[in-house]
């Protein structure tokens, strides 16, 4: 995916997700690891849907502002349009004390020209 170090964001703009992708988020303290990916969906409509599994904290960040999920399967899937992201600031700002995240976005159309770079 080739994240940079300058491609690292603190804040969410809904704005600047310009089709589906993935977004990684990075422990924000310093010498932080790589946590947690989530798919963000993006519809023809300009939805903006996040797909979550095995991040309980976002999950409950995104409820306790009013965002309950809908489920596919075990994923927990929460709209982001409609200003319907200040669970994600939250906990990208970091929850009950911990430290916050960092996140880069990575287009789907930048994953598959990665992929057909690695073809034979």
Known sequence: MD???????????A??????GLINFKHANQ??????????KK???????LFNIN??????AMIRNGNPPEYSGEISVFPLSNGKS????????????NPGW????????TLNANVKKLAP
């Open 3 to 13: 994240i940079k170090q300058d491609s690292l964001k603190a804040t969410f703009n």
């Open 15 to 20: 704005e600047v997700i310009t089709e589906s």
């Open 31 to 40: 010498g932080g690891e790589f946590g947690h990916t989530v798919y963000k």
């Open 43 to 49: 519809t023809k409509n300009d939805e903006l849907y």
């Open 55 to 60: 991040g309980p904290e976002l999950d409950v």
């Open 86 to 97: 200040k669970g994600l600031q939250d906990f990208l700002d970091g929850l009950r004390g």
């Open 102 to 109: 960092q996140f880069a976005y990575t287009p789907a159309s």
